[in-house]
């Protein structure tokens, strides 16, 4: 147990101080800012090309593997939706945020941190595949089901455009792209550039934990959803629980692929489902709650899964 205290205290210690730090030191949520600028648009990206440019070309294009990930959010994201949307009796809107909030999981800021921390850099094309095609799905979902609601205003061409800007300029795929096609093409940046993206890629994960400690301290409780039991349920526990067995059935996969993928189904909901509850402006205050919670019972139920991994007492095949 020792082992497992010490692969999660330095993560959830970064949350941590950056939580002290909102605390200590007066300062409005607008001053982190430049710091998000740096971990979305240069840090984090660079961490992706570089690992990912390292890689067999061959590993990147594993369909059964994201095909098996993904069905286990899709499967999520509607058993939440269809709940919400027979208790609201068909409030499309809200029952999209919760559907997110039940299935986005953190893992664009909690992801490669915990998952290169815990499995090594093995796990980082796992993590990038998951987050790419993850993304696409969701910000998909979300502007189409918002439509549905009404809530998307604008012709369609223009919402569809919307959509695929949205997907194809995110940092975190261009790099992912980049990374991918410098694979295939087999080409090193020179040395010094090299050096450049290791230094910032190492700068990710403290950088992106702190601030998200800060976010969550200076993002007030205000109300606690009385769904919040159901999103927690599927979040933290149905959802690894259901790509674990999903991969199972779609193919025979490395372990670390398989652990990876569990480890960022486990992870809480992303606090990009509070973005998007804003610029709709639905259900802003509970995807807030929900992003907090869950984000506090994690600890719990993250550090359990990797205990349950790295003793060896989770096989990565429930089927072999």
Known sequence: MTDIVGLVL??????????LA??????PLEALGWMNVFVIYIALPALFFQLLSRTPVEELTEWRYIAGSLAATFVVFCLMF????????????????????AAYGNIGYMGPGLALLVFGPEAAVPVALIFSFENVMHFTLAPMLMA??????????ALALGVVRRIVLHPFIIATAAGGLAAWAQVEPPAPVSRLLDYLAQAAAPCALFAMGVTLTL?????????LGAIAGLKLVVHPVLCWVMLSLFGNFSEVWVYAAILL?????????????QQYGVWVERA??????????SVVTVTAIIYLIVNGILPADLFP
């Open 10 to 19: 330095p993560f959830f210690g970064m949350i941590f101080i950056g939580a």
């Open 22 to 27: 909102a605390r200590l030191v007066r300062q």
């Open 82 to 101: 269809a709940g919400s949307a027979i208790v609201s009796r068909g409030a499309i809107a809200e029952s999209t945020i919760r559907g997110l909030a």
């Open 148 to 157: 549905l609601a009404g809530g998307e205003k604008g012709p369609l061409g």
């Open 219 to 227: 993002r007030p409780l205000k109300r606690v959803p009385r769904e």
């Open 265 to 277: 189904a486990a992870l809480p909901t992303a606090a990009n489902v509070f973005v998007i509850a």
């Open 288 to 297: 807030s709650a929900s992003v907090l919670i869950t984000t506090m019972l």
